[in-house]
């Protein structure tokens, strides 16, 4: 339990800065359509947080009526309101995991698209991975325009925590 509460607040640490990186581009430089991304680098951050916030609504067996309409809803805010609910998201899988034992891992969790049920581990794995992969693409896509782009190593994530104790 705790690796996956250590690799969730990761998960936060490094959408946090790849954010704020993507919080000083303009509109046009966001929305330009990349190869290396999902379309552009605003849908796949948007798409990042969605899937965080849907998975975290399977964990916490609160799926919403409608995945249709809550995916559209979800998706027409501004970007900086996907980079607040980040890190809200991030808060909210710590939360999840604290007030669960080790059981609650091996519970069964019912993804609408896949043909099978997996554990609530397996989802919060495939949430954790999925975001690594569309931050790399983000990184990836920034660097190839000349942008410096942040070290989100975990080790980084442990000297800044050192560095500035909360």
Known sequence: METLRRFCRYNAWANTKVF??????????????????LSNLEETLKHLVGVENFYLHLASDTVP???????EA??????????????AIGEEYQELLAARDADFLEGELR?????VPITVRDGLLQVLTHSG??????????????????????????????????
């Open 74 to 87: 979800f998706m027409q805010h501004p970007l900086n309101w996907y980079m607040e609910r980040s890190a």
């Open 20 to 37: 704020k990186i993507c919080s000083g581009l303009d509109a046009a430089a966001l929305s330009e359509a990349e190869a290396g991304s």
């Open 111 to 115: 993804v609408p698209w896949l043909p």
């Open 65 to 71: 009526a409608d995945i249709a309409a809550w995916r």
């Open 133 to 166: 992969h569309h931050r790399a693409q983000v990184l990836s896509v920034l660097g190839a325009r000349g942008l410096k782009v942040p070290d989100i190593d975990y080790i980084y994530m442990l000297a800044e925590a050192v560095a500035a104790p909360q």
